[in-house]
């Protein structure tokens, strides 16, 4: 469990007023001050009246995508940390929101305990590019389970493979070996899907 510090401000942007009064229902009893809005344009004013800690927003709106709004809010406020919440979970989009710095990301539908966990450790987090980096990790592993092609260029050509992707060394050669020790000491705990490269590497060296 995260432990909850100091009250700190989160703004929540989605177009569907619904899903933020989950989003406020969810954190309630949290020591953070939630603000929300279904608009963007406002987004971009509480962003500049209110000092916030935190920027919680959906990709898919009619008024304005979620990146566009990521983008526009980096030029005021380069060092926001951001959550984007999707239905449509991708490694595409994925990858567009980390580079522009996004912490994470939370696909829907979600539980209460998923979204409160998830917006506790960006807040507190200590280290923003160990974090961007961290789930950079958990997305090639992601990666590994839904495209064959990539994980044979993983075999072939090792951490080569892993050229677009700005992650330490130590963490390329870990998801090329298969070192499961080293990534769970670094990473975190991972996921049935996350594992399977991980176990096949373990299986292709024993035998």
């Given at each position: 469990?995260?432990?909850?510090?100091?009250?700190?401000?989160?703004?929540?942007?989605?177009?569907?007023?619904?899903?933020?009064?989950?989003?406020?229902?969810?954190?309630?009893?949290?020591?953070?001050?939630?603000?929300?809005?279904?608009?963007?344009?406002?987004?971009?004013?509480?962003?500049?009246?209110?000092?916030?800690?935190?920027?919680?927003?959906?990709?898919?709106?009619?008024?304005?995508?979620?990146?566009?709004?990521?983008?526009?809010l980096r030029k005021s406020n380069p060092h926001l940390t951001v959550l984007v919440i999707t239905g449509y979970p991708s490694m595409d989009t994925a990858r567009k929101f980390m580079r522009l710095g996004a912490y994470d990301y939370i696909p829907k539908p979600f539980t209460p305990e998923e979204f409160r966990e998830t917006v506790l450790?960006?807040?507190?987090?200590?280290?923003?590019?160990?974090?961007?980096?961290?789930?950079?990790?958990?997305?090639?592993?992601?990666?590994?389970?839904?495209?064959?092609?990539?994980?044979?260029?993983?075999?072939?050509?090792?951490?080569?493979?892993?050229?677009?992707?700005?992650?330490?060394?130590?963490?390329?050669?870990?998801?090329?070996?298969?070192?499961?020790?080293?990534?769970?000491?670094?990473?975190?705990?991972?996921?049935?899907?996350?594992?399977?490269?991980?176990?096949?590497?373990?299986?292709?060296?024993?035998?």
């Amino acid at each position: 469990m995260v432990k909850e510090l100091e009250t700190k401000k989160v703004l929540i942007l989605d177009d569907e007023q619904v899903i933020l009064n989950t989003c406020q229902d969810i954190l309630d009893g949290t020591s953070l001050e939630v603000v929300t809005t279904t608009s963007a344009e406002e987004c971009f004013n509480l962003a500049i009246s209110e000092n916030l800690d935190l920027f919680v927003t959906d990709i898919m709106m009619p008024e304005l995508n979620g990146v566009e709004v990521v983008k526009r809010l980096r030029k005021s406020n380069p060092h926001l940390t951001v959550l984007v919440i999707t239905g449509y979970p991708s490694m595409d989009t994925a990858r567009k929101f980390m580079r522009l710095g996004a912490y994470d990301y939370i696909p829907k539908p979600f539980t209460p305990e998923e979204f409160r966990e998830t917006v506790l450790k960006a807040i507190n987090k200590q280290d923003p590019k160990k974090a961007i980096r961290e789930t950079l990790v958990l997305q090639i592993l992601d990666r590994t389970a839904d495209d064959p092609e990539f994980c044979d260029r993983l075999y072939i050509e090792g951490s080569e493979a892993l050229k677009d992707y700005d992650i330490s060394p130590e963490a390329k050669a870990a998801i090329v070996s298969g070192d499961l020790k080293w990534i769970q000491e670094n990473v975190g705990k991972l996921t049935e899907k996350q594992m399977v490269w991980l176990v096949q590497r373990l299986e292709s060296e024993i035998w």
